[in-house]
Structures are given as C-alpha cells and as structure tokens.
C-alpha cells in the first residue's frame, strides 16, 4: 500500500505534474496540501479516469486546500477545523483499515514572535490544540497514518544550517519542542527517519528565491508521513522525491513524499 503527499501548490495548476507523478510512482492514496481551488471546481474528473474515484476534499479559492484521493473505497470521511477556523486544512479517511489523516499546518509568517505576528500565534495555537485532541478522540492503538506539509523542519539535519535557521520560522525551538509533544501523543514514528539517519541532510522544500535551487541546496523537510504503533512493522520504505522539484513547467517548491506500507 502506497501513500503518497504532496503540497502541490495549486491543483489546477500543476494537475500534469500531478498526472505524471502518478504515472511513475503508482500510489494507492494521495494527500494533497495547499489546492487553491473551491471543491466545485477541484479536477476530480481527470482522477477518477486514472482510477482515484474516492476523495475527501475540503477547499477554499486561491488559498490553502487538502484532499484526499484514493483509489480504494474511503469510509469514515471527515473534514477538521482548527482555531475556530473553517480554513481547509485537515481532512481524514479510513482506507484498507487505516485512518488517513491529510494535514496543513500554518506556515506562521516571518517573524517568530506570537506578540508580534498573528500567523506565528496562530500556528502555535493550532499545535497546542492538535496536541490536546489527539489522544482525547483517537488512540495509539488504532492504525493510522499523518501526512502533509506539517511547515516544520524538527532536526538538526532537516535544514541546510542549524546555527542560521534557530531563529528562522519552521525550525525555531518552540516550533521544534511543540511538534515533538505532538508526536508523543500517540507515539508516532517518523518514517523517513526510519529510513534514513538522522545525521543525513534530507530536504522536501527547497525556496523559489534561489536561481538554482540545486546548487545552492538550501533545503527544509518541511513534509512529512508518520505512523502510529501499529503499523510500525508493515513499514517497508519511505522516499522523499526530490528530482520532482526539477519537473517543468512551474514545480511546486515542495516535493512529494511516499510511503510505502505491507498490506
């Protein structure tokens, strides 16, 4: 069982990209972050024509968006608001017996100071309440997967500068300590750092601002796919696919990540 995301950064827009990264990586379920596009005109038909006729989809015009297209029946589908918002960003479905959950934390603007900045206080409210329902409306025990841009690069190596990024919104130590008690709440695993260590650079964002983002390589994991206790066996590889932020014409500055599980 594949499970594939992707912060995509526009559906309508890069919905060849979207096709071709089908076409080479065969996923069973997609998680897609940041559609832009209101449900009434998200591409639903070109997706059910390549065999992803389930979907759970909550989108709003030109801004945030999540979805969740399968190509096995989607039972106990739900939308998730956050912060007293109807923002679009957190859908879930249960596929095969796992609980999917496709997320979009706040990127939390450029200052890291909640006094100052709204988004930043937004994003560490949205954490603290994630962190509080978890283990209230779910259990460790159950399998499930959580994937999506989660604007959170935790380790030391999932940036290209520790010492530079300490102060830099996604990798400050408030971010870091909040998205760490929210693992804990169900125990769940990291999957690319189960496949790759930890002292490794590994990277799924790499800025648009950069004239080649190649060379100068100034990456984040910013995107991530964790499973509960559950499912930690049927672990069997996780990749993050970087040669997609390569793909023309107009890439998303995130690549996807795909995981793959024993049936």
């Not at 060849?16 to 596009?37: A, F, G, N, S, Y």
């Not at 300590?177 to 990291?190: C, M, P, Q, S, V």
Request: one cysteine or more; proline letters at 6%.
């Amino acid at each position: 069982m594949r499970i594939l995301t992707w912060n995509i950064n526009s559906v309508r827009l890069r919905i060849d990209l979207l096709m071709r990264l089908i076409d080479e990586t065969d996923p069973d379920v997609i998680c897609l972050q940041e559609t832009k596009v209101v449900d009434d005109a998200f591409p639903a038909k070109p997706l059910a024509e390549r065999g992803y006729a389930h979907s759970v989809i909550s989108g709003q015009k030109s801004y945030n968006g999540v979805a969740i297209l399968s190509r096995l029946p989607l039972t106990a589908t739900g939308v998730k608001d956050w912060c007293g918002r109807s923002d679009c960003r957190h859908v879930f479905a249960t596929a095969a017996g796992v609980e999917v959950h496709c997320l979009y934390i706040p990127a939390g603007g450029d200052e890291p100071d909640p006094a100052i900045n709204d988004k930043f206080a937004h994003k560490l409210q949205f954490l603290d309440e994630m962190t509080g329902w978890w283990p209230t409306a779910r259990s460790a025990k159950q399998p499930m997967v959580l994937a999506g841009d989660l604007n959170i690069a935790p380790l030391e190596h999932d940036v290209w500068s520790h010492t530079q990024l300490l102060g830099v919104v996604s990798h400050t130590p408030i971010e870091v300590e909040k998205l760490a008690a929210l693992r804990r709440t169900l125990g769940w695993i990291d999957t690319a750092r189960r496949f790759v260590p930890s002292e490794e650079k590994l990277y799924s964002w790499w800025s648009y601002r950069a004239r080649d983002w190649q060379a100068s390589n100034r990456g984040r994991r910013l995107d991530h796919i964790w499973v509960t206790p559950p499912l930690e066996d049927s672990l069997r590889a996780c990749s993050i696919l970087r040669a997609v932020r390569g793909w023309e014409p107009k890439p998303s500055d995130h690549v996807p990540v795909i995981l793959e599980l024993a049936r």
